[in-house]
């Protein structure tokens, strides 16, 4: 064996064992939830986290190697090991599309000693970037993020909530490079980056959030301020908008008279995934319509204007990805209200359509939709990847039957949807048809617009599968 192949392997195991210390239950306190969840914080010293927030994470059984590549992952987490970065590597992933290599890094947020610093997170973020961009590795793309232990169990495991994240290319970094250095000073000058509050709170150098320059976004998460917006819900302005909606608009499927079909794609954004579902659009020429979670593009909002840049529509999933037709009406509005308001701070744009996650929606769900100005969209074609069949199955579940203006229904957030997304795009277009967004689609033929407990009969009727 040689020398650096055996350096390799014991950075990665000095890594992993880090990583694995055993993860405690943490019931009484809830990230995601911010003033409500830590309002006991206020018996602690400014700058001290609880000891919730210092819980060692892990992967579980999975370790530090997500496992996609694994001879580049652990170039990635060896060139890693020797930037002696401040916080801990909890996982590590990359993958290739046509050559094209993306890759992931996820550390947790804080010292091992306890202590928070904004600083740290800079540096670290710097020498990640170099790590992954420099010669040695030259990946062509990095998502960066860091997490907190948040207050629910994912299996055995802790939740790992995010509160700094970053996605940037190749190019783009070389380019910030290239004015600002290679030092914490080029995260300045990349668009997209993001400093949780949540993180800034506790660190001992939060003063220096106020020179962050203004591309930087710092806004606290919506969760945090949900009491006020379920009170606007409750307010007279709203529930006057939402009595006033007697007819809503649903579409199904679009025109029938053009060779076209929607390509709708739900969940995200996600890194690494994202990424790789934006590459493989852009080398078919195709653009495509997101259906992003307003959590999501809080905690990852690089990636949502990535996909604006791309030329793909953005659509509304609701913040949390709860089910609209489960929750009482001010539930629902603030659901919709917050996504919209989130995508609106982050990328400008102004959404057209909204997708209740799971598809089915209640009538007050369906009031609230239209009262902000979306139509409901749904689909016609499932691919049904949520349940992680193979490839070749989510292919066929897409494409069987498929007619013009018909509506593809796709997620984000597993490797079998990105392996499955060029057959897609390639079947299609043999069957002599073209995927595009819904804007693009027309919305004559599978639309209808009806009262709101006619259309939401009929949608949950309809709906199988998610």
Known sequence: MTRSRAGSIVAAIVIAAVAHANPGIVSHIDVR???????????????????????????????????????????????????????????????????????????????????????????????????????????????????????????????????????????????????????????????????????????????????????????????????????????????????????????????????????TIDDGPHPLITPMMLEILAQKGVQATFFVVGQKVEQFPGLALATVRGGHELANHAYSNRRISRLPDDEAW????????????????????????GGRCSAGGLRAMASLGYGGAFWSRNAGDWTKPAPEQIVRNATKGLQAGDIILMHQGEMCSVEALPAIIDRVRAMGLEPTTLAALGHNGGTMQDDPVTVSELVNAQISGE
């Open 33 to 263: 939830l911010g003033s409500d969840a830590l309002s006991h914080l206020d018996a602690h010293r400014p700058g001290m986290p609880p000891e919730a927030l210092l819980v060692p994470l892990g992967n579980g059984l999975d370790g530090v190697l997500k496992g996609h590549t694994l001879a580049a992952e652990a170039r990635l987490i060896d060139a890693l090991a020797r930037q002696r970065l401040n916080q801990a590597v909890l996982r590590v992933a990359s993958a290739s599309v046509d050559g094209r290599r993306m890759g992931l890094v996820k550390l947790q947020a804080g010292r091992r000693d306890g202590e928070f610093e904004i600083a740290d997170l800079r540096s670290d973020a710097a020498e990640c970037l170099e790590a992954a961009f420099g010669d040695g590795l030259a990946l062509d793309h990095l998502d960066l993020w860091s997490v907190v232990p948040g207050a629910e169990l994912v299996g055995e495991l802790q939740e790992h909530h995010p509160v700094f994240s970053l996605s940037v290319s190749r190019s783009e970094y070389l380019s910030a490079a290239a004015g600002m250095g290679t030092g914490p000073e080029v995260l300045d000058a990349l668009e997209g980056v993001r400093y949780s509050p949540i993180f800034s709170r506790y660190a001992l150098d939060r003063n220096s959030m106020a020179s962050l320059p203004a591309t930087a976004l710092t806004d606290a998460a919506l969760a945090e301020s949900w009491p006020a917006l379920l009170a606007e819900a409750r307010g007279d302005r709203v529930l006057s908008l939402m009595e006033g909606q007697s007819t809503v608009e649903a579409i199904f499927s679009g025109r029938r008279d053009q060779n076209l079909v929607a390509l």
């Open 334 to 357: 603030a659901e919709i209200a917050s996504c919209d308001r989130i995508v609106q701070r982050v990328t400008g744009e102004r959404m057209r359509w909204f997708r209740p996650p």
